[in-house]
């Protein structure tokens, strides 16, 4: 019973759910603030954990090395993202004046230095995806590790 009602509550969700767009607006001027003042909080704490990982690393196994790389690539990510809201605070008056759609089938506005930074830094994706990458490699290292210990004071233990 339980089950045809968790999947009734997923279907009527599913059913009268709004679309949800990629490209969203933040509302009012302080969602833009406290989302910036978000970014440059991880940068910080990104850059922070990179620097006590290299100053004094706990371990020089394969695993901190991914983890290090992870952080890194998450590190760059962030720094795109704070430059692609910057160069979009130039351009999103641009557009609105322009009559271009955000959510057509295509982008089509100026062609200016600007707006090839901006499309650039929109393949964040080319940043985030080995950034993810590395993470699960060090956690699934970790893990292998961990098991390894494990497994190895089983074996003095018995």
């Given at each position: 019973?339980?089950?045809?009602?968790?999947?009734?509550?997923?279907?009527?969700?599913?059913?009268?759910?709004?679309?949800?767009?990629?490209?969203?607006?933040?509302?009012?001027?302080?969602?833009?603030?406290?989302?910036?003042?978000?970014?440059?909080?991880?940068?910080?704490?990104?850059?922070?954990?990179?620097y006590v990982l290299h100053t004094r690393p706990p371990d020089t196994g394969l695993s901190w090395r991914y983890l290090k790389l992870s952080l890194l690539?998450?590190?760059?990510?962030?720094?795109?993202?704070?430059?692609?809201?910057?160069?979009?605070?130039?351009?999103?008056?641009?557009?609105?004046?322009?009559?271009?759609?955000?959510?057509?089938?295509?982008?089509?506005?100026?062609?200016?230095?600007?707006?090839?930074?901006?499309?650039?830094?929109?393949?964040?994706?080319?940043?985030?995806?080995?950034?993810?990458?590395?993470?699960?490699?060090?956690?699934?290292?970790?893990?292998?590790?961990?098991?390894?210990?494990?497994?190895?004071?089983?074996?003095?233990?018995?």
């Open positions: 019973m339980k089950r045809h009602a968790f999947l009734l509550g997923c279907v009527c969700l599913l059913c009268w759910s709004s679309p949800a767009w990629a490209v969203q607006a933040h509302g009012q001027a302080e969602g833009p603030m406290v989302h910036l003042m978000a970014h440059l909080l991880l940068f910080v704490a990104l850059l922070l954990l990179l690539f998450f590190l760059l990510w962030d720094l795109d993202h704070l430059f692609i809201h910057w160069f979009a605070g130039d351009m999103y008056p641009d557009i609105r004046d322009s009559g271009v759609s955000l959510v057509g089938d295509y982008f089509v506005g100026s062609r200016s230095l600007l707006s090839l930074f901006y499309y650039l830094g929109r393949f964040d994706h080319l940043l985030c995806v080995p950034a993810l990458w590395f993470l699960t490699f060090a956690l699934r290292d970790f893990c292998d590790v961990i098991e390894k210990r494990r497994q190895s004071r089983a074996g003095q233990v018995s």
